[in-house]
C-alpha cells in the first residue's frame, strides 16, 4: 500500500556534495519516521539520519556535522544533505519509513537503495 522511491545517489570526489530525496506514497493514513540508512561492502547497516514527524531529528556519530536530515510535510518527502563527503561515506543508502497505512496498521517500508561513491 506504501512505497518508498529513493533518488540523487551519485559519484562524487571527496569533499563534495550530494541531496538525497525519498518521496513517500500511498495509501497513508501518518507517518511516524522517515529514515536514512548506509551500508558498504562488507559491513552492517547503520543509521545515519532520523526523522520524526514530530519535528526531532538523530543522527549517527560519523556524519554528525556534515549531514542534515529534513522533511517536505506536504510530499512525505524527506531529504539529506550530505557536505564534506569522504571515501567512507561509499556505501548503498536506504530510506526507512515507519509508517501506519489508510486501514490503520503499522508497517516499516525500505526503499530500493542509491549508491553513493565518493572518490579520494
Known amino acids: 500500500q506504501v512505497q518508498l522511491v529513493e533518488s540523487g545517489g551519485g559519484l562524487v570526489q571527496a569533499g563534495g556534495s550530494l541531496r538525497l530525496s525519498c518521496a513517500a506514497s500511498?495509501?497513508?493514513?501518518?507517518?511516524?519516521?522517515m529514515d536514512w540508512y548506509r551500508q558498504a561492502p562488507g559491513k552492517q547497516r547503520e543509521l545515519v539520519a532520523a526523522?520524526?514527524?514530530?519535528?526531532?531529528?538523530n543522527y549517527g556519530d560519523s556524519v554528525k556535522g556534515r549531514f542534515t536530515i529534513s522533511r517536505d510535510s506536504a510530499k512525505n518527502t524527506v531529504y539529506l544533505q550530505m557536505n564534506s563527503l569522504k571515501p567512507e561515506d561509499t556505501g548503498v543508502y536506504y530510506c526507512?519509513?515507519?509508517?501506519?497505512?489508510?486501514?490503520?496498521?503499522?508497517?516499516?517500508?525500505w526503499g530500493q537503495g542509491t549508491q553513493v561513491s565518493v572518490t579520494s
Open positions: 526507512n519509513g515507519k509508517i501506519v497505512n489508510s486501514g490503520r496498521a503499522f508497517a516499516e517500508y
Open positions: 500511498g495509501s497513508i493514513f501518518s507517518i511516524i519516521n
Open positions: 526523522y520524526n514527524w514530530g519535528g526531532s531529528t
